[in-house]
């Protein structure tokens, strides 16, 4: 598991697997 935090974007990227996703959505504001 990989962790990434951008405090200039207040996000949290994790990073689960190295494996490629089987599925994914694209979740966004509004």
């Known amino acids: 598991m990989k962790l990434n935090y951008y405090p200039d974007t207040d996000s949290l990227y994790i990073d689960l697997s190295e494996k490629t996703s089987a ?6 504001d509004g």
């Open 23 to 28: 599925d994914s959505v694209e979740i966004s």
